[in-house]
């Protein structure tokens, strides 16, 4: 796994040994970056299932003004950690580990992003109340996009009323990650 483009363009990354992170693949974090590449500049990131933070080190790489990378694990903040400093973007980067509900309640009304990233594991199908505390949150830039990491295409598991709070931008899939793009419905 290494930085794809941008300042930090060919720095490998270290990750989690085991089965406890599922690092998105390259192929994925091309086509999502590719897609932000006249967008991103000068913006917030925020990862909230960061695990080795190579969504956020490669928004910064490419030129976010500053990338957020949360996980719930020591372990995966360490190697975030470790990533950021080996990387030379470190002073771009707010490394946090807290759970995600945690997370969000100490950004609420202190930080606003632009662009947020969103990969839980899959198989706690958390994205429904994520997205739902989000919205909850003073946390959105205006006309901020949440991009979402699924095995799924329905990020909302069936939530009609979530679902009809949002606007879906873009869906894609590659094999079987599915990448919703997502905006507040205003």
């Not at 030129?63 to 771009?92: E, H, P, T, W």
Request: hydrophobic fraction near 35%; include cysteine; aromatic fraction near 8%.
């Amino acid at each position: 796994m290494r930085i794809i483009t941008g300042i930090a363009r060919g720095c490998t990354l270290q990750t989690l040994e085991g089965d406890d992170t599922r690092p998105t693949p390259e192929r994925v974090k091309e086509a999502i970056f590719s897609s932000l590449q006249f967008d991103i500049e000068d913006k917030t990131f925020l990862d909230l299932f960061s695990g080795s933070g190579q969504m956020g080190l490669e928004a910064v790489s490419r030129g976010a003004k500053k990338a957020y990378m949360n996980d719930a694990s020591s372990a995966a903040c360490a190697v975030i950690k470790a990533n950021a400093q080996k990387c030379r973007l470190f002073d771009k980067c707010v490394i946090m580990c807290r759970s995600w509900p945690e997370y969000l309640k100490c950004a609420n009304g202190k930080e606003k992003y632009d662009y947020i990233y969103l990969d839980p594991p899959y198989a706690e199908h958390l994205l429904p109340d994520v997205l739902d505390k989000i919205l909850k949150t003073d946390v959105l830039c205006n006309g901020a996009v949440i991009i979402c990491e699924s095995e799924h295409e329905d990020i909302f598991d069936g939530n009609e009323d979530l679902k009809s709070k949002f606007v879906i931008k873009k869906h894609t899939k590659y094999g079987r990650v599915h990448i919703t793009y997502i905006q507040k419905e205003v």
